[in-house]
């Protein structure tokens, strides 16, 4: 079963900047037009939480409060790619991360409507 596929997480310390890559495993791994693709987190010992979202055609954008003004969601239509650009990281935000696509791009703050979940990427910020 094809997958995305998570890059870039390392320990950090807090204040520094990290980017995350989201690529398709295999090219029969496809993101539609009408589609959302998100970041999700997963902290320590806590369930997947929302961080981000993108929509594929119109590219509007979507973020949890506690990282706004401080990550950004982006994405390469052509490449089926997704990056998230986090900023000012905090202790708070370590956690593996995860990308995944919904096609339901109404509920595109709603884990359980994504698919094709990869291994994830670990990002540690140190205080």
């Known amino acids: 079963q094809a997958h995305l596929v998570e890059s870039g997480g390392r320990l950090v310390q807090a204040g520094d900047s990290l980017s995350l890559s989201c690529t398709p495993s295999?090219?029969?791994?496809?993101?539609?037009?009408?589609?959302?693709m998100g970041w999700f987190r997963q902290p320590p010992g806590k369930e997947r939480e929302f961080v981000a979202a993108v929509t594929w055609r119109n590219n509007k954008k979507y973020y949890t409060d506690s990282v706004k003004g401080r990550f950004t969601i982006s994405r390469v239509n052509a490449e089926n790619a997704v990056y998230l650009q986090m900023n000012d990281l905090k202790p708070g935000d370590t956690a593996t991360y995860y990308c995944?696509?919904?096609?339901?791009?109404?509920?595109?703050?709603?884990?359980?409507?994504?698919?094709?979940w990869g291994q994830g990427t670990q990002v540690t910020v140190s205080s």
């Open positions: 995944a696509r919904n096609p339901d791009k109404f509920t595109w703050n709603d884990g359980s409507k994504y698919a094709g």
């Open positions: 295999s090219e029969t791994f496809v993101i539609y037009a009408n589609d959302v």
